[in-house]
């Protein structure tokens, strides 16, 4: 079967970088920062630019600053811009790891039913009550443990079948993905409660609006972490995207690069969708994205992955904010709107290889 000159099955060609990988990720990461500053000014009410500096500033200095705004920008917004950026972060990642687990461009986050089981666990608890003693963190726990289930179980039914091949892999995530999906139907179909559709529907569209300090510093660390070990282990990941015999010949731990790659993508997976629900596109698109400006081996894909990422999602989140003021319009609303014309282009300015076809 024949491959692309990049040893991937994603983009013809891609191997050469265009950009500089490490000023790109820098710039990017500027970008971002600022970003999440100018964010905590947009929402149902308007902060101007202005009075954010000042309140940044005296809040870190100790001086007097407006209580309703210090309150509005400390503990909503701000939380909510990093939470956002974070996600994107680790949605990005989780996209790269996943098309490079199965060799596929066209694989996303939640292609192994991973956000489908996260939506039984949010389902379980909207509709029963389920883990009420944890309060505000029910949703998010049953969401994660759903996940992590449904990780657990597309990897043993892989496994029992002969091994976690690419084909397999997909197949057993479909396959369980809609069965899961069918679940949180039943739930909700069976439900005493009258808005619980209305509550699902909105959590599986995803939103960063419950964001904690908390949230923050569980998610930010998983992505930090992550994304330090696979760039770790760069060289492994393009070798095992070469196909498996190319990577045993070079003396590549093949099993166990498959089995990190599931299982850090699965944990950033259900970590992502635990804290801001199911949101779609990020995974499939920043990483082609990045691709073609920097190439596809993964010491300089990854790094420019992440912070577009998470760039991408902190503008998604404003626009959110201010689209149906003062309604919220949940994120996999706008990635879906702004993502499907940016895929189509993307395709439409390469050749695509997939499995070894042209098309």
Known sequence: ??????????????????????????????????????????????????????????????????????????????????????????????????????????????????????????????????????????????ALLGALSASVAVYTIARAQGGLTPLRLILSGVVLSSAFMAMSSLLVFTAADPHAADNVMFWMLGSVAGATWTKVQIAGVLVMVAACAMLAIHSWLDAYAAGTDTASSLGVPVRGVRNALFAVQGVLVGVMVAVAGGIGFVGLIVPHAARLLVGATHRAMLPVAVCGGALFLVWVDVVSRVASAPREMPLGIVTGLIGAPVFLLLMGRRQYVFGGGTS
């Open 1 to 142: 079967m024949s491959r692309p000159p990049d040893g991937t099955t994603g983009v013809a060609g891609a191997s050469a970088p265009r950009l500089p990988s490490t000023p790109l990720a820098l710039i990017l990461s500027a970008l971002t920062l600022v970003s999440i500053v100018l964010a905590t000014a947009f929402g149902a009410e308007s902060i101007p630019i202005e009075e954010v500096g000042r309140t940044v500033v005296g809040r870190l200095r100790g001086d007097e600053v407006d209580a309703a705004h210090s309150v509005i920008i400390f503990d909503l917004r701000l939380p909510r811009s990093i939470l956002a950026a974070i996600v994107g972060a680790g949605l990005a990642l989780a996209g790269a790891l996943m098309q490079a687990l199965v060799r596929n461009p066209l694989a996303e986050p939640y292609l192994l039913g991973v956000s489908a089981g996260a939506s039984v666990g949010a389902t379980v608890v909207i509709t029963l009550g389920s883990l009420a003693a944890l309060g505000v963190w029910a949703l998010s726990a049953g």
